[in-house]
């Protein structure tokens, strides 16, 4: 069902029909930015059972007066990308976008589990993913234009994690893949006639199946929200 | 003499009432529209993101939003800082034991957020803008579990996104409504689950705010 | 004195043309729109730890066979009325979603038995906001702003063959449906098709959680949590009054 949407909506971007194409507005952008919570809460089978955390990043910190822990902060990602649009009849809009999210900051640290024992805890995320989105933009006179695109992605992505303690030694790593709903919201500015300055929230639901990876099983999340900034150049 | 003061009065009284007609029918010269101070109010659900903690039964603490800003436009880039206080409506409660010993939260804070972004100016209407930035919360309040009720007072630094726009009312008077979503977590600072005694429970300001307000440009 | 009447008269009148602007009546408009949405009562962490606990079943256990249970996808029908007045925006609207061609459902075959399970959910909402508006000529307006919702929800959960421990409670069917409030904020684009019809995009972030709600079935209660966002396209047909 996911191959067949996925298919059926590139089919759709490349092949419309020829008066949409003959009146389209083609552009093209570059963008980077950040996620400032990658991959959902983590969650996996092994911070269930073994740790009792059953809300993964978000319950797994633990400490106490006496014990050796360090904060496991929400895995913050970078992200960037390319998008090709096309604007057909001034006020709509399709996209297709490839962006790369890698965690650059949080996802380590040191927790207790349920006997008080320390846990050296490691995540980490690298995602790309394909969006395809379609919606409505409003120009403002030539000097803004203002977006708002919905649709998919085809995302994928590879997540993992490690627990560490006396009597545990679990590490994981699923490579997964989803399609996540995606809403963009854009505003671009114009700096000239062919060239705009523009800046993004993006906004994605979605994981995959469970997977297993060694004695672990877990999902791919890729929901959160992305802010973007770039440039995007129009051939006009 | 008295009859040439009255003729002087006269004068200036139909020169002031000409000049007060030609200042109303007079179209402004230039708005002001760099540098912009604001009061806001809002409104944030679910302050502490139970929310986030999957399968447990709650319902969300309601807070107001009090806050003020001062808001640099530079086309195409603005800056923005200020500060929000939290103060709360409606408790956050735990509605069975899906959350160990976690009954009830009272959390207020205050953030103090610095944004940055692209500003996109529409003409003289207004402005709609995106921006990211980073927010440092102040937070206090208590948590009551079914042990006790903790004073808490934390701080920490989150991450946050900005979308807003304002509209022209006056010649230097806009108002505004902006949707922000900070992320920011604290370490566990209470215990909830039974049959331990470490910490595990922190205080989640992460979530989606909402603001209305009123700002005058003086530069 | 009847000079100094007139100037005061005239300059009133110009302020008063100054201000009127900013009085006039309004619009009246009345929409459909469509959309999707995903996951709409927020069930992707306890169908997770259902799809974990299969996976964790199977291994223990060699010849078991599944299917996940997916996520469901939904698309949103609405209905919305509008009304402009200057630069606010008045919004009540409803909308209806359920999961109509991606649905979720999985089994597990435990012994040469299989087990269907299946989580049929729907959602209606009635919100109703208000919205800071950026107008840049007449209907062509993109606008922020918020308010309250009034929820209707149900969730059905069946299984064909319980008993292996895959789902809480392990029962053959559990039903619930509630009405609670939530809140949400809104940010939305708008530009005229034509004289009377406009063309909206819709951006909905909806916040809530119900009270406990008692199954129909057995002795279980259980709450919602509406927590998700919407996007939506539609069409609008304005009156001016």
New interface residues.
Partial sequence: ?RNRLIILLIVIFLTAPSYILAGIEYSTGIYF??M??MGG?L???VQ?NSL?A??GI??I????DS?DTE?I??L?GATGGIEFRGIFRD?YLIKLGLNFTKDIYGGEGKT?D?T?DTVEVKYSMFVYDIPVTV??S?P??K??R?????GIAYARGTYKNSFKSSTLNSSAKFNNWAV??V?I?C???FIDNNLS?????N?Y???S????SNSD???NDFSG?R?N?GVLMYFR | MYKSCCKYLYMVKNFFIIFLFSIIIAQPIKARDFIGFGIHSGLQYDVGNLG????IDYIGQHSAIAGISIKIDS??FFFRAGADRSIMIAKGKVLNSSAGKLQELKIEYTSIPTYA???????ERGK?????GDVYIVGSGKIKTTDREENINKNVF??G?L?GIQLRVGINTKVYAEWE?I?A?T??VVNI?T????????I?F?GHRIHFGFSYYIL | MYKHLTISIITALLFILKVLPLMAIGDVGVGINI?????PNNL??EI??Y??N???YK?ANSGTELN?IN?P?SPVLGVNFRYNFNYLLFRIGGYYTRAYF?KAQGNIKISGTKNKIKIDSYQAGFPGSICLLVP?KKR?I?YIGGGMNLHFTYLKISQTNPGAGIVSPDDSVNRYSGMFAGFHII???E?PLTNRYT?????IHQMGSSPMIKSEDTADERSFNVN??Y?M?GINYYISI
């Fill in positions: 069902m930015g950040f400032p919570s809460n969650q996996s089978y269930r009792g059953e809300n978000e319950d910190n633990r400490t106490s014990s904060k902060d929400r913050i006020y207790l349920l008080g919606g409505l409003i403002f006179w000097d803004v203002i977006s708002l695109t919905g996540p709903v809403i919201l505003g671009e500015h300055l523009m800046t993004s929230i906004y639901k979605g994981a199946e469970v997977k297993k099983y877990a999902r929200f802010w900034a | 986030a903690m999957n399968n086309t195409p972004g692209l500003n996109f100016k529409i003409r709609f803008y995106i921006g990211f989150g991450l996104i979308t979503y992320s977590k370490e566990p689950s049959g331990n005694s470490y910490k595990d429970f922190s989640d992460t | 959309g999707i949405t995903h996951d992707e962490s997770n730890k799809n974990e299969m996976e964790a291994t996940q996520v996808y991606y840049l062509t993109s940010f939305g684009i530009f063309l909206t995009g819709e951006w998700s966002d996007i396209f």
